[in-house]
């Protein structure tokens, strides 16, 4: 089981990220047993933080959902793909053309947006027309960076399928000739920013997820542990589709947390 | 001049393929002795085609405006792009969600539209929104070929650059991890296409257009002569774009016509 990545080198576990949709919860149900694994965690003084794609919610919307699924967590420790975009923007201090849903504009609340010199995309299918995404190739044509919040190609909507954000990001870079650069998982950035908080480093810390790409590929390639659970867009052999291998491939969120605090402590 | 392309072992010359904007005008306005030009190659008794990559002109359309700049042509003389997508669909069977310009639907006037098992892709921005572009995505995840008219990234607007077809059809291609059939220049069939109906073949007929790739490089790559003239979106320095070399490259079409008459015959 802990093939995947050598233990010896690794110092005392201290954190662990753990995604939100498909692994604590699946659509508007908790995965059974969640909430008091959670508790488990977090009696084991492990510091935790919930890391998540999402491009429409904010985090208060997610906080909320969460606290009714009666998850025990507080606002500052959700890290999500827009709290990415918005330290970027920070950092950088560029003013964005933001195309993200009406839902995600809070998190970025008070970032200058007058007169744009950036171009942030997230899932905005009213954005997503020819004349706004004229504007914003007008925008990165002229020098703009074009940001992605990140480039899944779709995601599951109760009536099928549905594109992602990922398809316009790649028909911006088309048009422009440029690489947009990602913020969200699985993007090494996106897990040292979720760890630089905690004041942790990669081999303190564990993530765990349902996705294997996203979640165990990207915190992995950063020195973290990854453990995959089959609950949520898991589909089998997903385990093989990351190269080292899971740390561990387990049933549910609360197979992961035994695990973690049997074997890593 | 002659070095780009063998000249010894072609045919007698039969046909010459000219492009239209930016070859035989630019914007409203013909190149100056373009008209003359053209009636001299018809007294020479070769062959003429005018192929274009319009994505939003019927052939009733670009006939009217030629004529209105004093060209001697017929409708069935212009083949387009889009003419090469209804070919396509005839040979195929297939029925089309067609993304194109209301102005375009009557060159594809008898085609079954019905329960649509293809997606057609040309420059359609009122069809460029999440919605349309969402049912386009599910068609082509579900079998649908998806048929592109060509995949500009982009094109010369009154108000400045514009997004082509390109960046939506790559956005598709992203989303459901498959290839386009592009039907337009510089796609080989397109010119074989354009000949077949002339019976005659590539190394019998030269191409006259102000772009090198999908002008002159196109038709090159069928086995054709290519003579790339410095009209229209030509910038220094686009003859060292394709490999080979044009044939030829000159001012205007007149020149090029006058090279034909002079050296091809």
Known sequence: MLDGVKMASRRALKAVLVDLSGTLHV??????????ALHRLRRASLAVKFVTNTTKESKRNLLGRLRGLNFDLQENEIFTS??????????????PLLLVEDGALEDFAGIDTSEPNAVVVGLAPEHFNYQTMNTA?????????????????????????????????????????????????????FFTQALADL?????????????????VGGAQS???????????????GDEN??????????????DAVDHILHNLL
């Open 27 to 36: 659509d508007d149900t908790a995965v059974p047993g969640a909430q008091d």
């Open 82 to 95: 827009l709290s990415a975009a918005r330290s970027l923007l920070e950092k950088t201090r560029l003013r």
């Open 137 to 189: 190739f007008r925008l990165v044509l002229g020098g703009a960076p074009l940001i992605a919040i990140h480039k899944a190609r779709y995601y599951k909507r109760k009536d099928g399928l549905a594109l992602g954000p990922g398809p316009f990001v790649t028909g911006l870079e088309y048009a422009t000739d440029c690489q947009a650069t990602v913020v969200g998982k699985p993007e090494k950035t």
């Open 199 to 215: 004041g942790c480093s990669p081999d303190e810390a564990v993530m765990i997820g349902d996705d294997a790409r996203d979640d």
């Open 222 to 236: 950063t020195g973290m542990l990854g453990i995959l659970v089959r609950t949520g867009k898991y589909r089998p």
């Open 241 to 254: 589709k990351v190269n080292p291998a899971p740390h561990l491939t387990c049933d549910t969120f609360p």
